[in-house]
Nanobody, 120 residues
Framework: QVQLVESGGGLVQAGGSLRLSCVAS????????MGWYRQAPGEQRELVAT???????KYADSVKGRFTISRDNAKKTVYLQMNSLKPEDTAVYYC??????????????WGQGTQVTVSS
């Protein structure tokens, strides 16, 4: 079955950077869109960024210009480079693998999440 394992979260000061990684197994990977989502306490899970199998990317307005999603199909890994972090970026970040090539869709596979905490 598909397994997604995130890493790279932690505590960082405002203005700092982190890079999240998500390694996939049990999947071809290159055929699937991938995404990063986040959920803050008391909030719904929200889209952060997605990347299609062809490499097209989309971002939430709140992270445009600060975050970059990328993928390495040979390593079955998707990354989220997060720069200029703000306290409002604090959340659990989840990796998702879509069932489609161009978009993640409503019923993706999920990782277990990694905590990102940005102090002011």
């Amino acid at each position: 079955q598909v397994q997604l394992v995130e890493s790279g979260g932690g505590l960082v000061q405002a203005g700092g950077s982190l890079r999240l990684s998500c390694v996939a197994s049990g999947t071809i990977f290159s055929f699937n869109a991938m995404g990063w989502y986040r959920q803050a306490p008391g909030e719904q899970r929200e889209l952060v960024a997605t990347i299609a199998s062809a490499g097209n990317t989309k971002y939430a307005d709140s992270v445009k210009g600060r975050f970059t999603i990328s993928r390495d199909n040979a390593k079955k890994t998707v990354y989220l480079q997060m720069n200029s972090l703000k306290p409002e970026d604090t959340a659990v970040y989840y990796c998702a693998q879509g069932r489609y090539s161009e978009y993640v869709g409503p019923d993706p596979y999920w990782g277990q999440g990694t905590q990102v905490t940005v102090s002011s």
